[in-house]
């Protein structure tokens, strides 16, 4: 519970695309949320008798770097595999991103996002841990 | 937020923030807008993007802000802005993710009178020859090479595959073909996204719309065009898919380095940019022009089946179900044009993103057929508004870069929009006014919601008021399919 209230995401008002605000303790976690944020955008549903595993590993230059790739990565694989991850086993050293994935086919997606900006994308350190807000093109 | 007070009144339709608003600005931002459309958009950060946009190196003149302008990301939506070339910057951001997102527009010598029993069925076959939604792929399979093809060649890659006119390619913005693109610097990835979509709506803004001709203001230019009052027109709204949001997001990612490579200071990296004659720069353009040629072959097709849909319900039934091309324009697009600037004329890199070219009359770059009224500016609604015709003028030349408005204009967020409308609600409301409705989903029909957008006649007697285009047609929708 505990760790469910220091990471989460909520939606932001944009006048023509959507922005999610993100926040959790540490950058494994605002990866995650970000990700769980950007999939409960879509509206994706994933199919129950259905599981798929995948294994991540990410090297850039900077943080934000590796948020944008690591989403573009996700809507990529949910574009051309029809797949999701609802759970993220992660690690995050200094520059590279390790994950292992769990999810599913998709069984419904409502809405198509165009892409991951950078706009006006900065993490910071806030109150709740390490915070950002992205905008994604709808 | 830039206050009004900080602007300059020109007249009722013309702002401008100075160039000493912020330190960082190397021109003016000037704004078409009347009061009341510039309130709505001083509650978002529109005009603060537009500010930003302001900073670019190598802008000339000023930075434009059409009416219909609304928060983006980088550039605002509406945004226009023209770097120096060769040595100015490009941004992939000015530009947008759906490069060459863009509207075609077919005329057609129906009278609704003729056809009003079957505008029902004719939606249902548009519908169903036009794939649209999330994640949507066409009837065709391209091969590596038929890409290629595609992206070096755009509508005459159509016309030699049968799914265009000679007409169609001559009434389509640079014949449906830039120069200079260049497929070796187009991703992997971005290939394989391109290969299965060509043909598809796509989700989300985009639409066919089926309309009446309501009211005809300029009636030798509708003539020239074939639009009469009475008569269905068909309108195709879309872009370059996922193969376009490719090339985009590889290089606002690539050109995050380039920005410090040129040592570009920016107050947003969304705005990221690099010289026009640098590698990076020629990169972006080459694979660019890919996507925006990929885009006019995508309409093309859409029309296409969009002409398989109208012969299949109509032919028999009306005199003559054939439709004929009135133009095709981009609306997210960087285009190398040459325009007189302080009395000389300068090349430079016009960025328009959520902004029409609307060249004025006697352009070389129109059809013969347009020179005497000025190139067609086609400015959708908001699906249950009206949706207009304009033309380019000799003012919009001279002030803003031959460019003017692209369409309403959003006004509410997506999330409010779905919380204030209810899809099925809206469905039947259209529907009891005469528009017949094909949604790929209730949210997401409800996001569109006209209620969602600003008024599109406001926002065309703001740039006819200003001079940067003239009116023509009036269009009135019957038949709506979104994606």
């Known amino acids: 519970m505990e760790e469910q209230a220091r990471s989460g995401y909520r939606e932001i008002e944009h006048t023509a695309d959507w922005e999610l605000e993100v926040w959790g303790p540490d950058m494994a976690a605002l990866v995650e949320q970000a990700a769980l944020g950007m999939y409960s955008l879509c509206g994706v549903r994933l199919k129950k008798d259905s599981r798929v595993t995948r294994q991540f590993f990410l090297f850039t230059i900077e943080p934000e770097f590796m948020l944008v790739w690591f989403l573009e990565e996700l809507l990529w694989i949910l574009e051309d595999d029809k797949v999701a991850f609802e759970r993220f086993n992660m690690s995050v050293d200094g520059n590279v991103i390790q994950a292992d994935l769990v999810g599913a086919e998709v069984e419904s997606l409502t809405k198509e996002i165009k892409a991951v900006t950078y706009h006006n994308l900065e993490i910071k350190r806030g109150v709740r841990g390490l915070e950002v807000r992205i905008v994604f093109d709808v | ?483």
Request: hydrophobic share 35%; glycine share 10%; proline share 5%.
């Open chain 2, 1 to 483: 937020m830039v206050p009004i007070q900080a602007m300059k009144k020109i007249n009722q339709y013309e702002w401008e923030i100075p160039v000493t608003y912020r330190d960082d600005m190397r021109v003016p931002v000037h704004i078409f807008a009347t009061r009341r459309l510039l309130e709505d958009v001083a509650r978002d950060k529109s005009l603060e993007q537009a500010v930003n946009s302001a900073t670019l190196p190598g802008l000339v003149g000023k930075v434009l802000v059409m009416p219909d302008m609304h928060q983006g990301y980088g550039f605002p939506i509406g945004g226009v802005a023209a770097t120096r070339y060769p040595d100015g910057v490009i941004s992939p951001g000015g530009i947008g993710y759906d490069i060459n997102c863009g509207v075609r527009l077919l005329a057609s010598d129906i009278s609704y009178d003729e056809a009003e029993s079957q505008i029902d069925e004719l939606v249902s076959a548009l519908d169903h020859h036009c794939p649209s939604g999330v994640g949507t792929k066409g009837s065709l399979r391209l091969t590596e090479k038929e890409l290629g093809s595609v992206c070096t060649k755009g509508s005459q890659w159509a016309l030699k595959s049968g799914y265009a006119t000679q007409a169609d390619v001559r009434r389509t913005e640079e014949n449906g073909r830039l120069d200079g693109a260049d497929f070796s610097k187009v991703s992997p990835r971005a290939r394989k996204r391109g290969r299965p979509q060509l043909g598809t709506l796509g989700a989300g803004n985009h639409f066919i719309e089926v309309d009446i001709v309501d009211q005809v203001f300029y009636p030798e230019a509708a003539q020239v065009m074939g639009l009469r009052e009475g008569y269905l027109v068909l309108q195709i709204h879309c872009g370059s898919r996922g193969f376009g949001h490719q090339v985009c997001s590889d290089y606002v990612r690539e050109f995050q380095g380039a920005v410090q490579r040129y040592g570009i200071k920016l107050p947003d990296r969304e705005l990221v940019c690099a010289p026009l004659n640098s590698p990076e720069g020629e990169n972006y353009l080459g694979a660019m022009r890919c996507a925006a040629n990929y885009a006019f072959a995508n309409r093309q097709v859409l029309a296409h089946h969009a002409r398989t849909a109208f012969e299949q319900v109509l032919a028999g039934r009306v005199k003559n179900w054939h439709l004929h091309q009135v133009y095709d324009i981009a609306h997210n697009m960087g285009k190398i044009e040459t325009h007189e600037i302080d009395g000389r004329s300068v090349n430079v890199c016009v960025h328009r993103k959520g902004a029409t070219r609307a060249f004025g009359p006697g352009s070389p770059e129109i059809p013969d057929e347009y020179q005497r009224i000025g190139q067609p500016v086609l400015v959708p609604g908001s699906m249950g508004t009206a949706s207009w015709v304009l033309v380019g003028t000799e003012q919009s030349m001279l002030r803003s870069f031959g460019s003017t408005c692209h369409g309403a204009g959003r006004v509410m967020s997506r999330s409010k929009a779905k919380k204030t409308v209810r899809g099925d609600k809206l469905l039947v409301e259209l529907e009891k006014k005469g528009i017949r409705i094909r949604a790929g989903s209730m949210p997401g029909l409800a996001e569109e919601a006209p209620q969602a957008y600003k008024d599109v006649d406001e926002v065309v007697e703001t740039v006819t008021g200003a001079g940067i285009a003239r009116k023509v047609a009036r269009l009135r929708p019957v038949g709506v399919v979104k994606g």
